[in-house]
């Protein structure tokens, strides 16, 4: 069975900057893209980055130049580095894995951490 456990979140300042990181079990890392998806109160989630098991990554808007995604393959974890934190980052960051197989794709989440960004 996947599962997937976030840590590193919390109370950040404006402007700060924050690492969370995602280890999977259960299965084998590199058949994953993995990525982080955040959703803010009222809002619907959204996708933050995603980086596939060649290490291509890509990003959401919003947080393009300002956040950095990673994998270590050998760790079976991602990490994200979120620089130059505005408020509305603040949300609920989800660990996402994604296996595909043919047409068919197969989707782990983790149970969410918190980030809040404050002063």
């Known amino acids: 069975q996947v599962q997937l456990v976030e840590s590193g979140g919390g109370l950040v300042q404006p402007g700060g900057s924050l690492r969370v990181s995602c280890t999977l079990s259960?299965?084998?890392?590199?058949?994953?893209?993995m990525g982080w998806y955040r959703q803010a109160p009222g809002k619907e989630r959204e996708r933050v980055a995603d980086?596939?098991?060649?290490?291509?990554?890509t990003y959401g808007d919003p947080v393009e130049g300002r956040f950095t995604i990673s994998r270590d393959n050998t760790k079976k974890t991602i990490y994200l580095e979120m620089g130059s934190l505005k408020p509305e980052d603040t949300a609920v960051y989800y660990c996402?894995?994604?296996?595909?197989?043919?047409?068919?794709?197969?989707?782990?989440w983790g149970q969410g951490i918190q980030v809040t960004i404050s002063s």
């Open positions: 980086i596939t098991s060649g290490g291509l990554a």
């Open positions: 259960g299965s084998l890392f590199i058949w994953y893209t």
């Open positions: 996402h894995a994604v296996r595909w197989i043919g047409p068919d794709h197969f989707d782990y």
